[in-house]
Nanobody, 113 residues
Framework: MQLVESGGGLVQAGGSLRLSCEAA????????MGWYRQGSEKQRELVAT???????TYADSVKGRFIISRDNVKEMVFLQMNSQKAEDTAVYYC????????WGQGTQVTVSS
């Protein structure tokens, strides 16, 4: 069972990045998938989640800017990040939940102001 993130990097404020997370060894279509982030000297926080039937939740800080989506055939979840701000700088983690919780290794996103 594993989650592997990709797509992080450096972006200027106002720019966009798309994160991807590929799952292996889980029943992806049945899992609630999510993205969390942890900034320097901050606690890990929820960014967005998407359930198996497509219900979506966003943190207030990213509503209207970020879009979470999933592809159950490819067993991937995505996070489209638009209009990025310096405060979006963090390590972003992919997360899967059923009766278990599974985390990816994280990918760094740095937004320069």
């Amino acid at each position: 069972m594993q989650l592997v993130e990709s797509g992080g990097g450096l972006v200027q404020a106002g720019g966009s990045l798309r994160l991807s997370c590929e799952a292996a060894g889980i029943t992806f279509s049945a899992a609630t998938m999510g993205w969390y982030r942890q900034g320097s000297e901050k606690q890990r926080e929820l960014v967005a989640t998407i359930t198996s039937d497509g219900n979506i939740t966003y943190a207030d800080s990213v509503k209207g800017r970020f879009i979470i989506s999933r592809d159950n055939v490819k067993e991937m979840v995505f996070l489209q990040m638009n209009s990025q701000k310096a405060e979006d700088t963090a390590v972003y983690y992919c997360h899967a939940r059923r009766w278990y919780e599974l985390w990816g290794q994280g990918t760094q996103v740095t937004v320069s102001s």
